[in-house]
């Protein structure tokens, strides 16, 4: 590990009631918040054709809120690469890299075999293309640029402006699975785990990934995310309380709503699924007390071996609720799991 760092996800979900303007007014409040209390960054999510997030450009969401705060990196997480022209999004990221100073990192994924895809590029994309996008995207960052693969083919062209960070704007791979660490660690990359994983699982991708970058000359260390969703209030009742409604409505939209061009990858989804998904979320994500809360995320950070973590705090559907969790995660967790992460540094 390379140092503990706590980052506020902003997810831009639409609950129950809530129009555009008060979700992204949510969300800039959540930022101020965040730096005022004392995290390290920002990450935003990007969303396409559904009720319940309403961000569709992560580069443009950091954008807005690199010009809006004077400290915190801000990263995207994740940019759909396979939607985007890679030369573009390196494009971006360079100048989002100059204009803040290099406070910005880049997150990558493909998302799901979902309609974006039918929309925006083509499901042959999502299958094959994901590799030569992220190829096309690193090469972009040294100034110039070529292709010649079965998705991109074209001429050289000379990307602009330079990196301000050496030897480019930090980028990271979304992945769940053994060949997404192999992928990130042959690229020399460091990964971006996401909700469904537990620690053990994180923990293995982790080893495998230091495994792979060795053998492919990447040293490291790198210093992996991961995300989690987080909740505090005076006691475990009522934190589960505030939550337990709006993450029922949140996953069972999600569950709706998406349109799949293909089977979903993995086990099928039996009726017991969901509870099986509260009942983990509930019992080991820093959801409860200050105490639970710090002692959790500690204990998370330990069993996986990630350090840098990106706490999705809006899940009560509450603007109040959200910002009170921010800072009071801020206040009350964060400075606990910190000296606790930080006795082992010494």
């Known amino acids: 590990m390379t140092g503990f760092r706590a980052g506020a996800m902003l997810f831009t979900g639409r609950f129950e009631g809530m129009t555009d303007k008060q979700v992204f007014d ?38 807005f809120l690199l010009g809006r705060t004077e ?27 100059q ?32 590799d030569q996008a992220v190829r096309v995207l690193l090469d972009s960052y040294s100034g110039k640029v070529s292709a010649d693969t079965e998705f991109y083919e074209f001429r050289e062209v000379r990307p602009a402006p330079a ?7 930090p980028t990271f791979l979304a992945g769940t699975s053994p060949e997404a660490a192999r992928r990130a660690a042959r690229l020399g990359l460091p990964m971006l785990f996401f909700f469904s994983q537990d620690d053990a699982s994180k923990a293995e991708l982790v080893a495998l990934h230091a495994e792979e970058a060795a053998r492919a000359g990447h040293a490291g260390p790198f210093q ?22 709006p993450l029922r409505q949140f996953y069972g939209k999600a569950e709706q709503e998406y349109v799949l061009l293909r089977d979903r990858p993995g086990p099928q989804r039996g009726e017991d699924y969901f509870e099986k998904v509260f009942e983990f979320v509930l019992s080991t994500f820093p959801i409860g007390t200050p ?55 010494r």
């Not at 985007?84 to 890299?97: K, N, R, T, Y």
């Not at 979902?114 to 083509?122: I, P, T």
């Not at 009522?238 to 337990?244: D, K, M, P, R, S």
Request: charge should be negative; aromatic fraction near 6%.
């Open 26 to 63: 949510s969300a800039l409040a959540n930022a101020k918040a965040a730096e005022e209390s004392g995290f390290d960054e920002l990450w935003v999510t990007e969303h396409h054709y559904i009720s319940y997030g309403v961000n569709p450009s992560a580069l443009a969401m950091a954008a």
């Open 71 to 97: 400290k915190l990196r801000v990263g995207t997480a994740v940019t759909l690469l396979p939607t985007h022209s890679p030369v573009h999004v390196a494009e971006q990221a360079l100048l989002l890299d």
């Open 99 to 130: 204009l803040s100073g290099g406070r910005f990192d880049l997150g990558l994924g493909r998302g799901g075999p979902v309609v974006d895809y039918e929309v925006m590029s083509s499901l042959d994309h999502w299958e094959r293309g994901y």
């Open 291 to 345: 105490r639970t809360c710090a002692q959790r995320l500690e204990a998370s950070v330990r069993a996986s071996g990630v350090d840098r973590v990106l706490l999705m705090l809006e899940g009560s559907g509450r603007p109040d609720l959200a910002e009170r969790t921010v800072r009071r995660f801020g206040a009350e967790v964060l400075p606990v799991v910190r000296s606790a992460l930080g006795a082992d540094d």
């Open 224 to 245: 992996h995310a991961f995300a989690t969703i987080a909740h505090v209030a005076d006691t475990e009742e009522q934190a589960v309380a505030e939550l337990i409604g």
């Open 163 to 169: 990196p301000r960070t050496s030897p480019h704007p």
